[in-house]
């Protein structure tokens, strides 16, 4: 049980789709400025597993922690927070 408790989680927007089981999720963090205190908007883009490819993009996810599955893949998608709006 201590093991699963230790797995990050991270919450972010589905940008991309296009590859087989793997989504590519943008997640912002708002951080404060060390030195002069400015709020900034820091981003970062994390591969996810997506076994059934049942993600799409401009979905908002909740991804976490696991042992790395490719190259550069180390993040599996546990739910889905919100599905994308049809436009």
Partial sequence: MSEAANKRTLTGRVVSDKMKKTV???????VKHPLYGKIMTSSRK??????KSEYREGDLVTI?????????????VVK?????RAV
């Fill in 24 to 30: 590519t999720v943008l997640v912002e963090r708002r």
């Fill in 46 to 51: 994390y591969h996810a597993h997506d076994e």
């Fill in 64 to 76: 976490e922690e696991c042992r790395p599955l490719a190259k550069t893949k180390a993040w599996r």
């Fill in 80 to 84: 889905l927070v919100e599905k994308a």
